[in-house]
């Protein structure tokens, strides 16, 4: 797939890897929609990749409501005249334990309103986003490709129970839709990112960012713009469907 005037859908494009990837793109002309929920965040977005020339629109969705989802991608394939890409980076983290214990009495505990929160956004919002932009790329007999964003947390990782679990799914789901929607002519593949340089990761206190780093064996964190750029990959190599590219310096949970 060429990406110069393809129409690119972008979920949590507001900030973090979402923006990075819409600048990325822009940059090489894609078509843009991008979706987030903070209008701020959205402006910012949409005035950085107006910057590079690319035609760019917003769209305010929550991805995880049925009704907004599927009335926001048929308003993009409308504004746009179709739909080729989805880049499914919407993602949050509401890390916690599972138990804590203290002599012998449990004091606390993940609570159904943490695992349900990140399970919603990050598994049913990944489903509800691909289920959309699959069929608009279905119907009009185009392909299209499926973005999905996982994490090296897919595997398991201690105080993220329901991260975890939600990334693992979005793994599974990449290559169930990879087979299911071939015949479609839609390509889906995931990536992993490990510990990458976002402004989350940059108020971190100077030695959790040190632990992290030395996870790593390249020895450093990540850039966004590796993010974006194995995007880029996926979306014009033709032959790539139903992997979850590691992008994490060597890293293994």
Known sequence: MQI???????????????????????????????????????????????????????YGIN??????????FAKIAEDFGGLQVLVNNAGIMRDGMLLKVKDGKVTDR??????????????????LCGRAAAAIMA????????????????????GQTNYSASKAGVAAMTVTW????????????????????TDMVAQMRPEILDSLVKQVPLRRLGEQEEIASTV???????????????????ARI
């Open 110 to 127: 993940m609570s159904l309103a943490q695992w349900q929160s990140v399970i919603d956004v990050n598994l049913t919002g990944v489903f």
């Open 63 to 72: 991805v995880a409501v049925e009704e907004e989802v599927d009335s926001g």
């Open 139 to 158: 119907e009009r007999g185009e392909g299209g490709v499926i973005v999905n964003i996982s994490s090296l947390s897919r595997a398991g990782n201690m």
């Open 4 to 58: 110069a005037n393809s129409v690119v859908a972008i979920t949590g494009a507001g900030r973090g890897l979402g923006r990075a990837t819409a600048e990325y793109l822009a940059e090489r002309g894609a078509r843009l929609a991008l979706i987030d929920l903070n209008e701020d965040d959205l402006k910012a977005s949409v005035e950085a990749c107006a910057q590079h020339g690319a035609e760019v629109r917003s």
């Open 178 to 197: 990879a087979r299911e929607l071939a015949r479609y002519g839609i390509r889906a593949a995931a990536i992993a990112p490990g510990f990458i340089n």
């Open 232 to 250: 880029a990959f996926i979306l014009e190599n033709d032959f790539v469907s139903g992997r979850v590219l590691d992008i994490d310096g060597g």
